[in-house]
Nanobody
Framework: QVQLVESGGGLVHTGGSLRLSCAAS????????MGWFRQAPGKERQFVAG????????YYADSVKGRFTISRDNAKNTVYLQMNSLKPEDTAVYYC????????????WGQGTQVTVSS
């Protein structure tokens, strides 16, 4: 089992940047694929980015390609989401998740961190 804690959210202007972090407990972090999801008010949760267990493969939602970068540091049990060129439509609660990754899915979720992009 793994526990996940996100941090790094906040308020930023359009075009700004933020870096989210997700710290995982336990000694098995490297055995999980990791993902970032987001949920805006009144909308369903949507996939943002994912990364394989060793960081060798990454994948992104079309809406964030070229702007967001997911990475991980297995020595620090942490996954990151670097978000650049932020837009108001990126406003949401961002969650990290751990599990088998696609197509199986994710089993463990953090509590979320709020990202607000003002126009």
């Amino acid at each position: 089992q793994v526990q996940l804690v996100e941090s790094g959210g906040g308020l930023v202007h359009t075009g700004g940047s933020l870096r989210l972090s997700c710290a995982a407990s336990g000694r098995t972090f490297s055995s999980y694929a990791m993902g970032w999801f987001r949920q805006a008010p009144g909308k369903e949760r949507q996939f943002v980015a994912g990364i394989s267990k060793n960081g060798g493969s990454t994948y992104y939602a079309d809406s964030v390609k070229g702007r967001f970068t997911i990475s991980r540091d297995n020595a620090k049990n942490t996954v990151y989401l670097q978000m650049n060129s932020l837009k108001p439509e990126d406003t949401a609660v961002y969650y990290c998740a751990a599990g088998s990754g696609p197509p199986v899915g994710y089993d463990y979720w953090g509590q979320g961190t709020q990202v607000t992009v003002s126009s």
